[in-house]
């Protein structure tokens, strides 16, 4: 099969590489640009362990082709982090044990990271449908919204804290 | 720093501190196998059958190995002059690796091929030409023991001794039993009530996130096979892989790195692994396998598929007098169910639960159908969910009969604390429990009695539009598995190990023989230490999962990391205590007996200002050892359990069934649990969580069924229920602690009892909210449409 060129930015960092038309967005993520932390957990959609955020929505990376992300901003769960600084749903999930085995948790992070974007001050309810794209097999979820939670309040307080000259 | 402040700075046992492994996991710096890129790897995909009963009539790899980047395909005929075209499996049967010459279930191996990518190896499955002649299918067990059913196993032809002793079908694997069935009987024949009840425990999948897979990689300079593994055994398996290859032991070195949740379907050694390994010898080079969901939903070990009959004899007034139980175990095409040797049944004779039964008697024949083959420990320590939702559903049976309260009955045959350590009818040794204390706190915290009135309330009122249910279940689990005179797998007897070694400056490094799947093991294991040692937890490094170096151990399933490893912690830890006490005497010029511990360090008694830390007595270790004692702080124990352990949990359910649609919602959950000491809280209140809605999931909505033709259904995320964070229920959790008494820091285990207990607990609220119907047993999975069903057959609805 005959390779295309694609062009994207991926968590702030342009890249371009010579892809199969046919190359799922996650292999290209995991395999060429060696950003493993997106997970492959079905291969019908359900589970969202292969959530990456493109062009300010959630995507799950297994039902997207790379060449689909033509000059598109990607970011995965290693780009959440700035500066060796954890994002406050990073710092959630720690702090309230929304991990166990870890192989949910990068698909989580970053449907987090959009949801609370989109709605920051969400109650439990709307934590859990919002989060409900994403499987976990270990938690039992309840951990997760305490961590979502968390995240969201750490947010709104870092919101409001004054900028410093 | 005080006392408190130096215990807390420890953050040992009993601390809810926050896990050391979750650094790596939220920046998606996890190493997977799947994440496992070594140079010159080449990916392996599997081929396998339509059909569930069929002879292979012809392979034909022409058109795959044609295509550009396709390296080579292997089928049984290749295996065949290595001997590895069939391998043994762990309940004493042989499994095929890839078909030979016939397929026994749907997506059976049969063959596999090998590319430079991934989806090369796909197009090469593709293109793999095999011709089938269709041969008559047995799916339901007792028709495969019929005389003249279609003989599965022809490669087991004229064998009329299993492993289990003898078959006496062509279809039959075993018939174990346990306890006594002459008395059994004769207390059934003089009981004054007895009852029955068909209990259907169906197939379901342990399906954790992440599927099964291997990195193989032999170095044919050096002769040594490395392999990464989805394994919950590594030393198991390289064992296992020495003796198969022939590559000796001290030259394979199998590593299980991070791993997605393991669930028991992990422990078993699986085809796409030996090929894996055998293509990577042949080739020299690195072979990855990495299977999907469906592959792994249809082919890898599920769970259950239990027929089993219970019944219970008893007094007129609910004293428990006999236990009977006939169990058809499905096994599917191949037993490669995981469990001891000596047990084919696994531990399911804990069937006689909480309860003190005078008489009990209990009886599996295992049997071979056209399916995956297996069972396994779905978090479940070796059949144990079978068990306790046999005895759970019995008591709630007999319940129903007497009209006697579900709590009452149960408090009325419930082991008392006096009684313990309590041999039950089947020889188990429970070593602790306090079943009456732990049921009060929860019918309390429950409001108990207020339910029943609002039940009965409701009950009343034909316009109610809902059906509610009470489930309550008081369970006790055998876990920590186990004494070696009694288990062993494969001949490999169930002790687990652990070593410790203190630096000069004071931090640690632990490695263990079990390997965690999301348990949290560098974090609690540390803690263990760091409370024997009064080394903070934060600088002890704890690994697993690497056999070249962590020493032999049997792996973490059945709840056994905490009893067994967990055990050898401690007492490896006490080895370095013990020396270290010595070098403290040397150092402070008293004797022994002058000293006494204190948190993090060794005191003159009477003398506060005289004392030597840990980390002073490490750096002394390493340079100033007394006359005869070797330098160095460290030391290694492989611990042989004396016994099982026995957690217990008392939980209850109330739901509400929706009169016109058979819609469930849980309305509560509460949980207690008793594991024993409790290292820390945080950690199994996560544990509990997740073990409550898998089980939510395996009662309400999971099942891996078949059609006449043997075609797998629901073997995709499409339709195996995994519940979302919108299904799951809001769980309550509650403890009491009962040390178990042989353990050396008292714990029992804790992270499949929320399995076992909630699958029976969410049971027994469904069958409670038709039980003034006068129904005593409705099926799993309890979905919308089976419960409709029910309430229509009762003219609850149209």
């Known amino acids: 099969m005959s390779k295309k060129i694609v062009s994207m930015n991926v968590n702030g960092k342009k890249v371009e590489e010579a892809v199969e038309s046919r190359t799922l967005l996650v292999h290209f993520l ?9 997970h492959i957990g079905c291969e019908t959609s359900h589970c969202g362990a292969c959530t990456v955020d493109i062009d300010g929505e959630s995507v799950k990376s297994c039902t997207c082709f790379a060449v689909q992300c033509e000059g598109s901003e990607v970011l995965t ?4 982090a700035q500066g060796g600084v954890l994002h406050a749903v990073q710092e959630g999930f720690y702090q309230e044990h929304g991990l166990q085995c870890g192989f949910c948790t990068p698909g989580m992070l970053v449907r987090a990271y959009r949801f609370l974007k989109d709605n920051p001050n969400p109650t439990e309810d709307e934590i859990r449908v919002g989060m409900s794209g994403n499987l976990c097999r270990c938690t039992g979820y309840q951990n997760i919204v305490k961590a979502v939670q968390y995240a969201a309040k750490k947010l709104r307080e870092d919101a409001h804290k004054p900028v410093t000259a | 720093m005080n006392a408190p402040d130096r215990k807390a700075a420890l953050q040992g046992m009993g601390d809810s501190r926050l896990r050391k492994e ?29 059909l569930a009963h069929a002879r292979i009539k012809k392979i034909n790899k022409e058109k795959a190995l044609a295509i550009p980047g396709v390296i080579a395909v292997l089928t049984a005929d290749d295996l065949k002059p290595l001997k590895l075209h069939w391998m043994p499996t762990l309940a004493g049967d042989v499994a095929a690796v890839l078909a030979d010459e016939k397929v026994h279930f749907q997506m059976q191996e049969v063959a596999v091929v090998l590319a430079d990518d991934r989806y090369i190896a796909a197009d090469g499955v593709e293109a793999v030409e095999v011709e089938y002649e269709e041969l008559p299918v047995v799916i339901d067990p007792f028709k495969a023991l019929e005389k003249d059913a279609p003989v ?10 299993g492993a289990h002793g003898q078959r006496y079908h062509h279809n039959h694997i075993f018939t174990w039993d346990a306890g006594d069935k002459e008395a059994t009987d004769a207390a059934f024949k003089s009981a004054p009530v007895t009852v029955s009840e068909k209990l259907l425990y169906p197939r379901v999948h342990p399906c954790p996130l992440e599927t099964c897979g291997a990195v193989a990689s032999f170095d044919p300079v050096r002769g040594e096979l490395t392999t990464y593994m989805t394994s919950q055994a590594p030393h198991v398996v390289r064992t296992v892989v020495s003796m198969l290859s022939g590559i000796p032991e001290s030259k394979v070195r199998i590593v299980s790195p991070d791993i997605g949740g393991g669930f028991g379907n992990k422990v078993g050694v699986y085809p796409g692994y030996v090929c894996a390994i055998v293509s990577s010898i042949v080739l020299g080079r690195p072979v990855k396998w990495i299977e999907d969901r469906i592959e792994n939903l249809s082919s890898t070990a599920f769970a259950r598929d239990y027929h089993m009959t219970g019944e219970l004899a008893a007094t007129a007034d609910g004293k428990i007098l006999g236990l009977r139980t006939h169990v058809i175990a499905d096994h599917g095409a191949f037993d490669a169910c995981a469990d001891p040797t000596k047990f084919p049944a696994g531990l399911f004779h804990i069937c006689s639960g909480s309860y003190d039964i005078p ?19 779905y978090r479940c320590s070796f059949r144990v969910t079978e068990a306790v939702y046999l005895i759970e559903r019995m008591v709630d049976v007999l319940a129903q009969k ?33 079943y009456h204390t732990a049921l009060d706190k929860v019918l309390d ?48 007897g169930m002790f687990d190990s652990c070593e410790i070694r203190v630096h000069p400056t004071g931090s640690a490094i632990a490695r263990m023989g079990t390997i965690t799947q999301g348990q949290g093991h560098q974090t609690t294991y540390a803690q263990i230490i760091a409370t024997e040692l009064g080394i903070p937890s934060e600088v002890i490094q704890v690994e697993e999962g690497d056999t070249s170096t962590a020493p032999y151990g049997l792996g973490t399933y059945g709840s056994r990391s905490t009893p067994v490893a967990g055990a050898a912690i401690a007492m490896a830890a006490r080895k370095i205590h013990a020396k270290a006490k010595k070098l403290a005497a040397h150092l402070l010029e ?24 840990m980390s002073e007595i490490a750096w002394a270790a390493y340079n100033k050892p007394p006359a005869g004692m070797e330098p160095g702080l460290e030391a290694v124990h492989y611990y042989d359990p004396p016994n099982f352990t026995f957690p217990f949990g008392i939980y209850l359910c109330v739901v509400d069934i929706d009169k016109g649609t058979g819609e469930t919602k849980i309305r509560r959950f509460y949980a207690l649990d008793d594991c024993g000491t409790r290292i820390n809280p945080m950690i199994i209140e996560g544990q509990i969580h997740g073990g409550l809605t898998e089980g939510f999931a395996v009662a309400m909505g999971q099942l891996l069924s078949f059609d006449a033709q043997g075609n797998i259904q629901g073997n995709t995320l499409m339709d195996y229920f995994l519940p979302t964070a919108v299904e799951t229920p809001h769980w309550e959790t509650d403890f009491t602690v009962t040390p178990s008494p042989h353990h050396p820091i008292g714990a029992k285990g804790v992270a499949e009892s929320p399995h076992v207990g909630s699958i029976p607990t969410f049971t027994a609220a469904m069958v409670d909210a038709f039980a003034h119907l006068g129904v005593t047993h409705l099926e799993m999975p309890h979905t919308a449409y089976r419960i409709w069903k029910e309430l229509k057959a009762h003219g609850l609805t149209h």
């Open chain 2, 590 to 613: 008293v004797g022994e007996n002058d000293l006494e511990w204190e948190i993090d360090r060794f005191k003159v008694k009477g003398n506060a200002e005289k004392f030597k830390t």
């Open chain 2, 359 to 377: 008489a009990a008697h209990c009886t599996v024949e295992g049997v071979y159908t056209n399916k995956a083959p297996g069972g396994v420990a």
């Open chain 2, 22 to 50: 979750d650094a790596r996991f939220i920046q998606g710096k996890g190493n997977y196998v799947d994440d496992i890129k070594l140079p010159g790897m080449v990916h392996m995909d599997i081929v396998r059958s339509p």
């Open chain 2, 445 to 492: 915290a429950v409001d108990y009695k207020a339910l029943r009135a609002e039940q009965a309330a409701k009950r009343a009122d034909p316009n109610c539009p809902t059906l509610m249910g009470i489930g309550l279940v008081t369970f006790t689990e055998v876990v920590g598995a186990g004494p070696t005179k009694m288990c062993d797998i494969l001949g490999v």
């Open chain 1, 30 to 38: 995991r395999e060429k640009m060696n950003l493993t932390g997106a």
């Open chain 1, 77 to 80: 769960v290693e780009g959440l």
């Open chain 2, 152 to 161: 599965l196993r022809e490669d087991l032809a004229g064998k009329t001794e």
């Open chain 2, 402 to 434: 007497l009209n006697m309260d579900k709590a009452e009955i149960r408090k009325k045959n419930f082991i008392r604390k006096e009684q313990f350590p309590y041999t039950s009818a089947f020889g188990f040794e429970y070593d602790s429990g306090d």
